[in-house]
């Protein structure tokens, strides 16, 4: 059984699947579309703001040939920065853009959680 346990996992799942995306030559929509869900909802795994279960993970890491594993593998801040970019902050150290994309990212799942309601 794999563990998501916090908010810089589920980023790092959205880098990875990104990553392996663009690899691909996919478009987010060609990604989505291939793996059955919306673009919408892949644009917010994409950017760590939608806890993934872990039999989406198995699935989506199916539907893009890599072990759920590969997902969950550590990436270095640099790389995770870049493609958070949705935050805009004065973070000037991996610690304090973590914790800023922690507010932000339970900010926006309280938002989906309210909209489904």
Do not use: F, W
Request: one cysteine or more; hydrophobic letters at 40%.
């Amino acid at each position: 059984m794999m563990k998501v346990n916090t908010l810089l996992d589920e980023r790092t799942i959205g880098y990875h699947i990104r990553r392996i995306i663009m690899e691909k030559g996919q478009t987010v929509k060609q990604a989505a579309d291939s793996m059955g869900i919306s673009e919408m909802y892949l644009q917010s795994i994409l950017t760590g703001s939608t806890a993934v279960k872990e039999e989406e993970l198995i699935h989506i890491a199916g539907k893009l040939e890599v072990k759920a594993e590969e997902l969950l593998k550590p990436v270095s801040e640099k790389d995770l920065q870049t493609n958070n970019l949705h935050c805009m902050g004065k973070a000037t150290d991996p610690e304090s853009l973590n914790k800023v994309l922690d507010k932000i990212d339970m900010y926006v799942r309280m938002l989906n959680i309210q909209a489904n309601d």
